[in-house]
């Protein structure tokens, strides 16, 4: 073993070498019938790992994220002259990796011979439909089983296609809100001993629409996996977004059937660890900015639960050096009462000090902490970069891009961005040749009736 | 306050009030329209999972992850699907089966076995798999591991970056003794480059340093800070990308080279991966991402707003579905819609997004929101088919009858640890479906059958591990 752990994990994780690697799923495709987050990132994921992906829109106008962006300022434009001048907002973003797209009006007969056609060749369909719409048109899994039975077909969305809540419209933060992840996140009321206060919150990103496409993937995943080694036949998949936020709560359900206690917000502490919380800092990092963020006083993480760790820290915080005895051993610690007075010991400790002055201290002393960081100081990070976690990357359609990366690394088959997104119906004639076997006439027809 | 002890809050048998039946679920519906749903019921129902078969039960799982949730949030979305997941922990057990809200071990769980006590958090993540004890730190525990290696497909760690490799035990090593094996190490920010892992790094490091507890929030304007999640949502969402790579390298292994690789999967990364367009937004024009507390940047009206007795999501960003909310407040309030339709800066999708016309959307929807409870906007915004729904807790959860009806709160009889309310997997399937088996072991309960199985040790084999602290 002559090279060092850290040189063989930067040589077989290379990321310059992504594309020398093969792909898992070369040669496959995956319809995306999808639209807003859930069921297209779902199929992102699988275009990440090779598999030819056609995100199928109405034509013209394409997916309501498109049309979605924040504040409505940030567009991206096309470089090129020939495509329509329309910018697509950022809503779009991070979904649609990748893709291909292809424009398909499938209330029309014609529509649903093109999906027909797509689906005799495709080993993955992913929908996000309200359940039975696609049925309902001919093109659901009933039907599409029928043409090809080895497609794993995965139906994503709110409250999944049976039971009293079926007809329910659900975006993600009702998923959220429904589930149960807003109860337990954010400060709590009143009366709980924690000396902020504050509302359920939401996560501050579309998580049960991503998070949730990631688990339709494994799922897709495992019965692609059981479909080529084991049982030769393809699978309906069903996922519900209000049934996946549910799935975060840990200890919650257990706890409530149990002793029918029903569990609060604890902030930015942790119920369950103590020192594992996030201490206000009391200056700001970046006095002299012009962005009010800036301006903020900072914010960081302290985590020193085991006994040592915490007997480490009363020595580094000398406000913490009277409670050090009093709080020895974790159980004494974590009680609510003793959680405020450590935790605020150590914000008075921080009042004069930055983000980045705590950081260093607690480097200094060999105790994990980290900052919290804003997206920007996230992407000052050489870490990130050397990892292609976050990429400039070069777009064919809108030049440089900056864009999220990958979170798995694999040594041997890397997933991998070739792109963010193109317009609509970018690659009709791409698609329409290669798997539906239509010609140049067949393709203008199609155009003149407004089926594509 | 005064303080509430365990036994204080009588505890009503689970459910409290019953599970409707498929005959008042589609109740006055027609016959065409019931077919879909009755079809899909036949299909999928959690009910019939023991009659069919499992995708994964053909691969081999040692989950050696401690301390935190990733790794085993990980190994769970194998165990749902069917494979053998060991869990492979130090003497003593995991440190994780130790937690407990503030401490408290009344609300621990256990075993009517050992009498060991375990807390809630493990027992949820514990579902369908086998405990053994191994001392990793002994050279004869690390042989056993190599022995369980041989005819394993899948290990999962997040020991320090490097541990197992000096231990050798780590994949250089053992892809030579199984070159068919997915090794994959779990973390919060990697186990090589700059900012690489410290040994036990947990969960808000990776919250911290990908955006997300920045972005997080009310705005400051409004008393909020940068606002971390209730749960360990990295090692959530890292653990389930992990499980994508492993399956991932799976499927490549049997379809194509016969070979297993390196898995590398952490839960910044995971959480910067599906942050939104906060990447996209900052290389256009160097945005920071602002907390918007329950608001949200791109869409209007999508939010959680305050009411009678809690909060109440409402979603609607179209037309559509925004002339049908403001006719919903109408019908009580006529002043309130008129005030909103009305406004000529309200009149486009896309002008309804910058902070003033958010502002003023909210300030408006709350005034009606004011005399509702939870539940009536939700039956009044529903009858215009508005997405809608308050904002619950875990009773509420527990309680909710499309959960009860399609078992997305489940009830387990346990053999050891009797009846356990719980989450079951989040997807269902028509032909081999995810299930959750038993939830929960106690420290190394597995290890007579495994190591008599896997090794065939002899009981005084075993005997004489134990009293050397190798298992």
């Not at chain 2, 799976?250 to 910044?268: C, I, K, P, W």
Request: with cysteine; hydrophobic share 35%; aromatic share 12%.
């Amino acid at each position: 073993m002559a090279k060092s752990f850290e040189e063989y994990c930067r040589e077989v994780f290379d990321v310059k070498k992504i594309f020398d690697k093969p792909e898992v799923f070369k040669g496959y495709s995956c319809i995306s019938a999808t639209q807003y987050i859930l069921g297209p990132s779902c199929a992102n994921y699988f275009a990440e790992l090779g598999m030819e992906t056609i995100k199928v829109e109405l034509p013209r106008r394409g997916e309501p994220m498109r049309h979605t962006t924040p504040y409505n300022e940030p567009f991206l434009y096309p470089l090129s002259k020939q495509m329509p001048d329309k910018g697509t907002g950022l809503g779009f973003f991070g979904a649609n990796h990748n893709e291909y797209f292809l424009a398909v009006d499938f209330h029309k007969p014609e529509g649903v011979e093109i999906m027909h056609r797509l689906q005799a060749k495709a080993d993955v369909q992913a929908e996000n439909y309200r359940p039975g719409t696609f049925d309902r048109w001919g093109i659901g899994y009933r039907q599409a089983a029928k043409i090809n039975p080895r497609m794993v077909y995965i139906w994503m969305g709110g409250f999944g296609g049976w039971g009293p809540g079926r007809v329910r419209a659900s975006y993600d933060i009702l998923g959220q809100a429904q589930g149960g992840t807003f109860s337990v996140t954010g400060f709590p009321g009143p009366g709980h001993g924690h000396p902020a206060l504050g509302l359920p919150s939401k996560h501050t990103i579309w998580l049960a629409d991503y998070w949730g496409g990631m688990m339709g993937c494994f799922a897709g995943l495992a019965a692609l996996w059981w479909r080529d080694n084991v049982s030769g036949t393809g699978e309906f998949i069903e996922y519900s977004q209000v049934h996946g936020a549910t799935r975060h709560l840990e200890s919650t359900l257990p706890i409530y059937g149990r002793h029918g206690v029903v569990r609060q917000r604890w902030g930015n502490w942790d119920s369950e660890m103590c020192v594992h919380g996030i201490v206000q800092c009391g200056k700001p990092s970046y006095p002299n900015s012009k962005i009010m963020l800036e301006l903020e006083p900072g914010q960081i993480l302290i985590s020193a639960s085991d006994d040592d760790q915490f007997a480490k820290l009363c020595q580094t915080v000398p406000n913490l050096k009277a409670l050090a005895q009093k709080y020895a051993k974790h159980q004494a610690r974590i009680q609510p009462a003793a959680q405020t007075e450590i935790y605020t010991a150590m914000e008075e400790w921080a009042k004069d000090k930055t983000k980045e002055e705590v950081w260093q201290i607690m480097e200094k002393a060999d105790i994990n902490s980290q900052p919290v960081w804003s997206n920007k100081e996230c992407s000052q990070q050489e870490h990130f970069q050397l990892r292609d976690e976050l990429h400039w990357l070069d777009d064919p359609y809108f030049g440089d891009v900056l864009s999220q990366g990958l979170p798995f690394h694999l040594s041997e088959t890397p997933a991998r961005h070739r792109w963010v997104f193109k317009p609509v119906g970018a690659d009709n004639e791409y698609i329409l040749q290669k798997y539906c076997g239509y010609g140049l006439d067949q393709i203008r027809e199609l155009e003149k009736n407004d089926v594509i | 306050m005064a303080e509430i002890k365990s036994g204080d809050i009588p505890v009503l048998p689970w459910p409290a009030v019953p599970t409707p039946t498929p005959d008042e679920v589609y109740k006055g519906l027609s016959e065409a329209a019931q077919e879909y749903p009755r079809w899909l019921e036949t299909q999928v129902h959690w009910r019939d999972v023991g009659k069919k078969p499992e995708k994964l039960n053909r691969l081999r799982v040692l989950d050696c992850s401690i301390r935190m949730n990733i790794g085993h949030w990980a190994s769970s979305c194998f165990s749902e699907h069917g494979a053998e997941v060991i869990m492979v922990e130090p003497p003593g057990g995991d440190p994780t089966r130790k937690l407990t809200p503030f401490g408290r071990q009344e609300y621990m769980f256990k075993d009517s076995e050992t009498g060991e006590a375990v807390g809630g958090k493990f027992l949820h993540e514990c579902r369908n798999k086998l405990s053994i004890t191994m001392n990793l730190e002994s050279a004869e525990g690390r042989e056993l591991l190599k022995k369980l290696v041989v005819d394993a497909d899948i290990l999962i760690e997040n020991y320090p970056p490097g541990q197992f490799d000096a231990w050798g035990i780590g994949y250089r090593q053992l892809s030579e003794i199984n070159p068919r094996l997915v090794y994959c190490w779990v973390g919060q920010r990697g186990q090589w480059g700059p900012l690489k892992d410290r040994p036990w790094m947990y969960d808000p490091v990776g919250q911290n340093s990908c955006g997300f507890t920045h972005g997080t929030g009310a705005p400051a304007a409004f008393g909020g800070r940068p606002t971390r999640s209730g749960f360990w949502v990295c090692d959530h969402v890292g653990g389930t990308t992990a499980a994508m790579g492993i399956m991932a390298a799976l499927n490549y292994r049997d379809r194509v080279s016969g070979r297993g690789q390196f898995v590398e999967s952490t839960g910044a990364a995971a959480i910067m991966r599906i942050i939104d367009y906060n990447w996209g937004w900052q290389g256009m024009d160097g945005s920071i991402r602002p907390r918007f507390g329950n608001w949200d940047l791109a869409i209007n009206i999508y939010a959680v707003n305050p009411c009678k007795d809690g909060q109440i999501m409402v979603g609607g960003g179209h037309d559509r579905l925004w002339f049908r909310i403001w006719k919903t407040v109408g019908k009580d309030r006529p002043e309130l819609e008129q005030h909103i339709v009305e406004d000529p800066q309200l009149k486009v999708v896309v002008d309804r997004l910058p902070y003033y016309a958010q502002v003023e959307t909210y300030t408006t929807f709350a005034d009606w929101f004011k005399d509702n409870t939870r539940l009536e906007a939700e039956t009044k915004l529903q009858a215009e088919e508005v997405a809608s729904g308050g904002v619950t807790f875990a009773d509420e959860v527990a309680e909710f009858p499309h959960f009860k009806y399609r078992g997305h709160v489940l009830e387990i009889n346990d053999v050891l640890y009797g009846k356990v309310l719980h989450a079951p997997a989040p997807q269902t399937a028509q032909k081999a479906p995810p299930r959750i088996k038993w939830l929960g072991r106690p420290t190394g309960y597995d290890n007579e059958e495994v190591y008599r199985r896997i090794f065939g040790f002899k009981k005084d084999e075993l005997d004489s591990l134990k009293k050397k602290g190798v298992i």
